[in-house]
């Protein structure tokens, strides 16, 4: 009961502080430079250009009845709940920020603004997401889309930020539309990197004649633990092994070096992961607290 509520408070939490700074990056940044990054935010931006009504307000009105189709088809009131909480909170910071001195332009240089205001709103945006949130939008639309209709929501979140961008475009100058599709990306980059890791985690997949030499090695020489799959050579039809391992960016050249010196014609390929779980790695409990 007590981690529950833990988890509950600790989750608000996140949500609260994610979207005052998803609405201070919009009032700082994005507003003053006329950057309609995408999404229901980047249209109220574009109404507000030729009604004159508060961004704020505009998004409220906008998300209303995303709103009701989240309510009916994502899981009604468990689903209401912080979606309502995260809305209304940043539909109070943007328009009342200013009154509070708020407000930008912090600078008038248009790329500084595309940088910074993508940035920050990457950031608020993964604090949104690390406390299992929303802010709502599009995101609402994508979801939906993709629970009910199986489209992608990749796929959904592009057509719905390239109509944003378009009006923008046609309302701000399509020079500026391009700057905001600068600021969409690096909102992106930086909620992935909030809510999900710096991704300083490789995986190597090794194929190797040589499997008990370079297995000892990894455990041995990294401490690190090694998975051997069996694998036939599409071209050989030979039996081969193949190890997986996950390791630090930091072992990644003491990993090639071994395994080069354990069989100098051993394949590897190396990734990115954003999080590893388990003996080596993240706690378990530490992972799911957040």
């Known amino acids: 009961m007590i981690a529950k509520r833990w988890r509950w408070l600790r989750d608000y939490g996140y949500v609260t502080l994610g979207t005052v700074v998803l609405a201070l990056a919009m009032t700082l940044f994005l507003i003053p430079a006329r950057l309609a990054a995408g999404g229901v ?19 409220a009105l906008l998300n209303a009845p995303l709103f009701v189709l989240g309510w009916r088809y994502l899981g009604g009131p468990r689903f209401a709940a912080r979606t309502v909480y ?16 708020l407000a930008g332009p912090v600078t008038e240089d248009i790329i500084l603004n595309t940088l910074y205001g993508g940035v920050v ?34 796929q959904s979140y592009l057509i719905s930020d390239a109509l944003v961008l378009a009006a923008a475009g046609m ?16 909102i992106g980059l930086a909620a992935d990197m909030v809510s999900q890791g710096a991704g300083v985690i490789r995986t190597a997949l090794i194929v190797t004649d040589q499997a008990e030499q370079v297995t000892q090695r990894i455990l041995h020489d990294l401490d ?17 092994a193949v190890l997986y ?13 071994l395994v080069h010196e354990a ?20 706690d378990w409990e530490e992972a799911t607290e957040g």
């Open 41 to 59: 935010s980047g249209l109220a931006l574009v109404i507000h250009h030729h009604t004159g009504w508060p961004v704020g307000l505009l998004t």
């Open 86 to 101: 995260s809305i209304v909170l940043f539909s109070a910071v943007v328009d009342f920020a200013p009154q509070l001195g």
């Open 121 to 154: 709103a990457g950031v608020g945006a993964g604090l949104i997401y690390r406390g299992r949130g929303t802010s709502g939008g599009t995101d609402i639309l994508a979801r939906i889309l993709a629970r009910h209709w199986h489209i992608p929501m990749a």
């Open 171 to 186: 309302t701000f100058g399509w020079e500026r539309a391009m700057y905001a599709l600068v600021a969409l990306y690096v």
């Open 224 to 240: 690190r633990g090694v998975t051997i799959l069996q694998g036939i050579g599409g071209y050989t039809g030979k039996p081969r």
């Open 245 to 257: 391992c996950v390791v630090s960016r930091s072992e990644v050249a003491a990993l090639k070096a």
């Open 263 to 282: 069989d100098p014609r051993a394949f590897m390929v190396i990734g990115h992961a954003y999080e590893a779980l388990g003996e080596g790695f993240k």
